[in-house]
């Protein structure tokens, strides 16, 4: 199983386009995707990641943007992989267009879809709500959860910002960080689940 991201720029009639932006963004990141994400058409570009962890992060880091429109597709691609992702086919990219469809109707633009199970929806519901969780942080919440998650204490990161342990303290109530850190490994195993096909039920509880 992969999971493919098929991203759509939102609004972008009454913006200038941001795709590069976002390419350049993303190539910065590790690790590297199995298929590196490109422009697909306008302002719509796509990727293929190996697995839930990095789709996640990627996922999560383009809803911080607050312009773009994200489907997760997961399941299968057909084999072998291409050089390129525009040249991939399979049903998780299938899923992935299903999902972006669904993003674009939402305020914090994030969907995930695959087989129809209770783990995709699930996955689906989580997702959505940890992107209207980052989505509602504040500059001054960014501040203190970037500088906790590159590894610095509480102590070092009031340093840098010039503001008590207490206030950074607060800032990361605030923001939801540790509510944001406990419900990852939930999102991460939900999206793992997300292909798996519910098992038929016996005839007798039919």
């Known amino acids: 199983m992969v999971y493919v991201l098929t991203v759509d720029q939102r609004g972008s009639r009454r913006g200038r386009d941001l795709v590069d932006d976002a390419l350049t963004l993303l190539r910065q ?64 990219f299938i899923h992935a267009r299903h999902a972006l469809d669904t993003a674009k109707l939402r305020p914090h633009g994030v969907a995930v879809g695959g087989v129809s199970s209770p783990s995709t929806r699930d996955a689906d519901a989580l997702m959505a709500l940890l992107a209207a969780l980052i989505s509602r942080r504040t500059d001054a919440g960014w501040d203190a959860v970037d500088l906790v998650e590159a590894g610095h204490t509480i102590t070092e990161a009031a340093d840098q910002l010039g503001i008590s342990r207490q206030a950074v303290g607060q800032r990361l109530a605030v923001a939801l960080w540790q509510q944001e850190r406990d419900v990852r490994p939930l999102a991460i195993r939900l999206l793992e689940e997300s292909d798996q096909t519910p098992p038929s039920a016996p005839e007798g509880d039919r």
């Open 29 to 92: 990141r590790k690790p590297a995707p199995l298929l590196h994400f490109e422009r697909t058409a306008g302002d719509e570009f796509q990727g293929v990641l190996a697995t839930p962890e990095h789709t996640l992060d990627t996922a999560l880091t383009l809803a911080r943007q607050g312009t773009w429109s994200v489907g997760i597709g997961t399941g299968a691609v057909d084999e072998p992989l291409p050089t390129s992702t525009r040249s991939a086919r399979g049903p998780a």
